[in-house]
């Protein structure tokens, strides 16, 4: 088993940062790559950022790219979301997620078997 837990959520005004941060525990020599996706309220969990483990490698959404930016800690087993200019729309609960089987581009969240509970990111003046 895996557990993620998420920290970092709150509210932020518009044009301002966040980073989140995602603390892994359990059998994490099983899992790669870590992932972040977002659910708005009556929308579709989607796809944000991945991250390799082992190398680094990282893969970002189009929405996102240029603004936020995945990283990782590997002695802290931690991956973290770094998130600029942020906007109104990004308003949404974040998650982490990781998989055993899946690879840095794989984007569905029915292919990630492990979450977070989630943070809250409000974006508004």
């Known amino acids: 088993q895996v557990q993620l837990v998420e920290s970092g959520g709150g509210l932020v005004q518009p044009g301002g940062s966040l980073r989140l941060s995602c603390a892994a525990s359990?059998?994490?020599?099983?899992?790669?790559?870590m992932a972040w996706f977002r659910q708005a309220p009556g929308k579709e969990r989607e796809f944000l950022a991945s991250?390799?483990?082992?190398?680094?490698?990282?893969y970002h959404a189009d929405s996102v790219k240029g603004r936020f930016t995945i990283s990782r800690d590997n002695v802290k087993n931690t991956v973290y979301l770094q998130m600029n200019s942020l906007k109104a729309e990004d308003t949404a609960v974040y998650y982490c997620?990781?998989?055993?089987?899946?690879?840095?581009?794989?984007?569905?969240?029915?292919?990630?078997?492990?979450w977070g509970q989630g943070t809250q990111v409000t974006v508004s003046s």
């Open positions: 997620a990781t998989s055993s089987r899946g690879g840095l581009f794989t984007v569905t969240a029915g292919s990630y078997d492990y």
């Open positions: 991250i390799r483990w082992s190398t680094g490698s990282t």
């Open positions: 359990g059998r994490t020599f099983s899992i790669s790559p």
